[in-house]
């Protein structure tokens, strides 16, 4: 690899400058002895949106420069652990670049792949992205003036939409007969539901009938799900109930730290699960209403049909059909703990009387109080990583939907003017754009990008934050249609697989029965260029394509022994090489890929489905674009990739799912949905397009100067590399961001 002579020079000026912090190790308080503890971050990031707002990538950079001088708090979305350690803060923007740019020269970052694994997206940019980072962009203020961001939000709320701003009784909560059909309740004439226990209710329900919390604790037998503990309460929270049941069939996993349940508990129980529907039958009213979270899980287990019931976990269905956890509500609505994690096993008791509540509060506040609550806010994807920050996340939010404008904390552009400190700027003399004003900046401005490497090799960390902006060569002016659906067309050619040989005549049904096991099919057609037709089959996910290649070549469908295949074009040539980077790519190290689900997968079900792997760290479950319901694959990430392939391995050898290393992140997955429907300048004529590999030499130098720079870096530097997007009459793209600590590792 050559080194340009200035990149040159700077690798000496960082040899000569290490070699000086070894000998001076005390002074200004940056060269500090080498700390017992260092910086880490814990992003919540592993989620299908993995979208931060440039107020919140404000909020963290804020924290990140100024600890908590100023009253400054964590950012919501990423814990900083002992920021005080932290050495600096360094931000390189890549002038005009998207995240579209991000992937389509995505063999070409190889550095800063290697080097940051914590990723995220942003939305196209403001007028002044600068200035937007530091909280100095009125516009954006603006736009989220507290009301109305609320009367935004509200307009478009679910619970409004559906149940109107006005209060009702409890009548108007209960699910429909559709509603219980669509989410699994057993209903008379249902499939498998002959011998269920149907009880009976005299006259209509009102808005006096009785409320009585139930939930069950289960275990798993070799017939499935069977139930173990019934717990009642009636509407005072009051236990009226709590037994446990002896299953009919022999326990193969009694998920004791979901169930609480242990073989001693239930050696001395005689009661059955009959006994439970008679005691139950007496119990219960005729008029009952039952609430429970997720309550046809329970029905389904008692073998119960009830016509009158109002779910919580439904009754607080979020956008996109998003359902929140129990413990999650009763912590953020009604201010209390359940589930404690100093505990095992949940409590039947506490479950439903918490549904009780939550299902009070609802009926007696209003659907529009529920509303203002800004769940979705509060919860912020963190407890998708079981952060320790969600409680505080709780409090944090409910704080700034309803406190006074007036109280809003400074920004961090005030925050610093305040304590007297500077931010370093160095970039190109035609990038600086409304660089403001003189005493929140010391600009130094280069005639060139590697006048700015080495520059900022030499002069940072003099200032505790330091903006390096390198220029992209205009690249996005000159991004066409063509350039657009050659990325798309990419990874819609990584997805697609062809299977044969074939006889005329063939069941395409059977060869989709095989072949959706491996992921969700896009579409399949037949290509016939001989007597022996050809499927083209067309995966929304990479792993779904990877997955039929390795399990499914040489099976036997309709008396053939098929062989399946990878489309090989001028394209994809290099196809084996971007599985490996993607595979090896730090971000997703620990992460694999499982599908073969019968339905759209729940929080539930995956957490009986999984609960024997003791290292999961999160699990990610993508929406259908078209109707935004869960998938039927989902994605799991472990805390060691040693630990993901254990699991791998055994979910590949057990219960008929398939399952492999995971090549795709989160983030790709929303970017590949919304490749293409983002506008994009006129379509050009190829003569006009200019030649990519122009594109790939400018996208190596600057990973190699943003690895020289990085490496000119002292440990514990926090460095966030931002691609800022753009807005243009001809269209916009996303933005795209990625940051990490250096350490000595």
């Not at 059909?321 to 129990?326: D, Q, W």
């Not at 709780?394 to 406190?403: L, P």
């Not at 050659?486 to 050619?493: Q, Y």
Request: hydrophobic content about 35%; glycine content about 4%.
């Amino acid at each position: 690899m050559q080194i340009k002579m200035s990149e040159y020079k700077v690798l000496k000026q960082l040899k000569k400058r290490r070699d000086d912090i070894k000998v001076n190790t005390v002074g200004n308080g940056l060269n500090k002895p080498k700390m017992k503890k260092a910086s880490r971050l814990s992003p919540a990031l592993f989620c299908d949106k993995c979208e931060i707002q440039h107020r919140q990538l404000h909020q963290l950079l804020k924290f990140a420069i100024l600890g908590k001088e100023d009253g400054t708090q964590q950012a919501s979305w990423c814990n900083i652990h002992h920021q005080s350690h932290l050495r600096g803060v360094v931000i390189i923007i890549l002038e005009d670049l998207s995240q579209h740019h991000f992937y389509q020269f995505y063999l070409h970052f190889p550095c800063v792949r290697r080097l940051f694994r914590h990723r995220f997206i942003l939305p196209p940019p403001p007028r002044d992205f600068i200035a937007s980072l530091v909280g100095l962009n009125k516009e954006e203020k603006d736009s989220h003036d507290l009301n109305n961001r609320i009367r935004a939000r509200l307009s478009h709320d679910p619970i409004l939409r559906k149940y109107g701003t006005k209060k009702h009784g409890l009548t108007r909560y209960l699910l429909t007969e559709e509603e219980m059909r669509v989410n699994d309740y057993p209903l008379v004439g249902s499939a498998d539901t002959n011998k269920f226990v149907r009880f009976s209710c005299t006259g209509a329900p009102t808005d006096s009938s009785p409320l009585f919390g139930l939930d069950c604790e289960m275990c798993l037998t070799n017939k499935g799900d069977e139930v173990t503990r019934v717990s009642l309460v009636d509407s005072s929270g009051n236990s009226i109930m709590d037994e446990l049941v002896k299953p009919d069939n022999p326990i193969l996993d009694y998920r004791t730290s979901f169930s609480g349940i242990t073989r001693n508990m239930l050696l001395p129980v005689k009661t059955k699960l009959k006994d439970v529907q008679n005691k139950l039958r007496i119990l219960l009213p005729p008029s009952a209403v039952l609430v429970g979270h997720s309550l046809h899980y329970d029905m389904q287990a008692l073998r119960m049909i009830h016509p009158n019931v109002i779910d919580t976990a439904i009754l607080f269905t979020r956008t996109f059909e998003r359902k929140f956890k129990l413990k999650f509500l009763t912590q953020a609505v009604l201010k209390r703990e359940i589930q404690r994690d100093d505990v095992v096993g949940h409590n039947p008791s506490e479950d439903a009387a918490a549904a009780l509540e939550l299902a009070q509060y609802f009926i007696e506040h209003g659907p529009e109080k529920v509303a203002l609550l800004n769940l979705e806010e509060m919860f912020v994807d963190a407890s998708c990583l079981q952060s320790p920050l969600a409680e505080r996340d709780i409090k944090s939010q409910q704080n700034d939907v309803t406190a006074p404008q007036q109280s809003a904390r400074p920004c961090l552009a005030d925050s610093l003017v305040k304590l007297k400190r500077q931010i370093l700027y160095i970039g190109k003399r035609e990038s600086v754009k409304n660089l403001v004003p003189s005493r929140l900046f010391k600009n130094i401005l280069c005639t060139s990008d590697e006048d700015v490497l080495e520059r900022a090799s030499s002069v940072i960390p003099q200032s505790p934050v330091s903006i390096v902006q390198f220029q992209s060569g205009s690249i996005f002016s000159e991004c066409s249609a063509d350039t657009n659906e050659h990325v798309r067309g990419l990874f819609e050619d990584f997805g697609t697989v062809f299977v044969r040989p074939f006889k005329t005549g063939m069941c395409m049904k059977s060869v989709k029965i095989h072949f959706q096991s491996c992921g969700p099919i896009n579409s399949m057609s037949i290509v016939t260029d001989d007597s022996q037709p050809c499927v083209r089959i067309q995966y929304s996910v990479p792993e779904a394509a990877q997955l039929a290649v390795n399990l499914l070549n040489g099976i036997h469908i309709n008396g053939c022994c098929i062989t399946v295949r990878r489309l090989v074009t001028s394209r994809t040539l290099y196809y084996n090489d971007l599985l490996k980077e993607m595979e090896d790519d730090p971000e997703i190290s620990g992460t694999i890929y499982v599908s073969g689900f019968p339905r759209p997968l729940t929080e539930d079900f995956l957490q009986r489905q999984f609960s024997h792997f003791k290292d999961i760290k999160a699990i990610f479950v993508p929406t259908n674009p078209q109707n935004q319901l869960l998938t039927k694959y989902c994605y799991i990430k472990f805390h060691s990739p040693v630990s993901a392939a254990a699991a791998a391995d055994y979910i590949q050898a057990h219960g008929g799912l398939r399952s492999t290393k995971a090549v795709t992140s989160s983030h790709l997955h929303r970017w590949l949905r919304t490749v293409g429907i983002y506008p994009t300048c006129p379509k050009q004529s190829e003569q006009e397009i200019p030649p990519q590999e122009d594109h790939t030499e400018r996208i190596k130098d600057m990973d190699r100067k943003i690895n020289n720079l990085y490496e000119s870096l002292l440990e514990n530097t926090l460095c966030v590399i931002l691609f800022p997007g753009n807005k243009s009459d001809n269209g916009s793209l996303p933005g795209f961001g990625l940051m990490g600590i250096k350490t000595d590792t």
